[in-house]
């Protein structure tokens, strides 16, 4: 199974990959596995790319990700 991921972005405006809603750790940072993750990004965008890659590494495609501003899910 593809692995579940959420863009979101923390009370410091930092991008963070966290692990996708409906998985045990739903809200977690992933895990660094590859040289070019990072802890934070400063731009969505890198995060998002940064998302993708992994998945593309993964040997599946990236599929569409939810990006969530402030930490909290858009009303």
Not at 9 to 15: H, M
Not at 28 to 44: G, H, I, N, Q, S
């Amino acid at each position: 199974m593809h692995e579940q991921s959420e863009t979101i972005q923390d009370k410091l405006g930092r991008w963070v990959n966290v692990f996708g809603r409906g998985t045990k750790r739903a809200g977690e940072r992933l895990p660094k596995t590859y040289d070019f993750e990072r802890d934070t990004y400063d731009t969505v965008e890198e995060a998002v790319s940064a998302a993708k890659r992994r998945s593309e590494e993964e040997g599946k495609p990236a599929r569409r990700r939810r990006t969530i501003l402030g930490g909290e899910e858009p009303e």
